[in-house]
């Protein structure tokens, strides 16, 4: 059974910025996508940056190229979210998301379909 827990969120006036970090248990590290996900009141949950282990590809979402960077410390089972020059429209809860993936183009498509496995979520609020 995989488990997934996120910390790392707070509130931060805009342009600061924050690490999240996703602890990930259960998993063997083959073909995973693992990603971030953000979700307001009201939306759907967007993805925000993804990784599939196979290769290493990285995907982020055209609002947070350039201010937000996904990593991971295999040694520690750790999946990190670098968010800089956050913005008030940054504010979500974000979600730590992963599952096995055939190819790097399913990542982070699959999870978008709200399958596999889920954290609960830490909330990132950023002011004025």
């Known amino acids: 059974q995989v488990q997934l827990e996120e910390s790392g969120g707070g509130s931060v006036q805009a342009g600061g910025s924050l690490r999240l970090s996703c602890t990930a248990s259960g998993y063997t590290d083959s073909r995973w996508c693992l990603a971030w996900f953000r979700q307001t009141p009201g939306k759907r949950r967007e993805a925000v940056a993804s990784?599939?282990?196979?290769?290493?590809?990285?995907v982020y979402a055209d609002s947070v190229k350039g201010r937000f960077t996904i990593s991971r410390d295999n040694a520690q089972n750790t999946l990190y979210l670098h968010m800089n020059m956050l913005k008030p429209e940054d504010t979500a809860m974000y979600y730590c998301?992963?599952?096995?993936?055939?190819?790097?183009?399913?990542?982070?498509?699959?999870?978008?379909?709200?399958?596999?496995?889920w954290g609960q979520g830490t909330q990132v609020t950023v002011s004025q």
């Open positions: 998301g992963a599952d096995t993936v055939g190819s790097a183009t399913m990542c982070p498509g699959w999870l978008g379909t709200g399958r596999g496995y």
């Open positions: 990784i599939f282990t196979y290769d290493g590809s990285l």
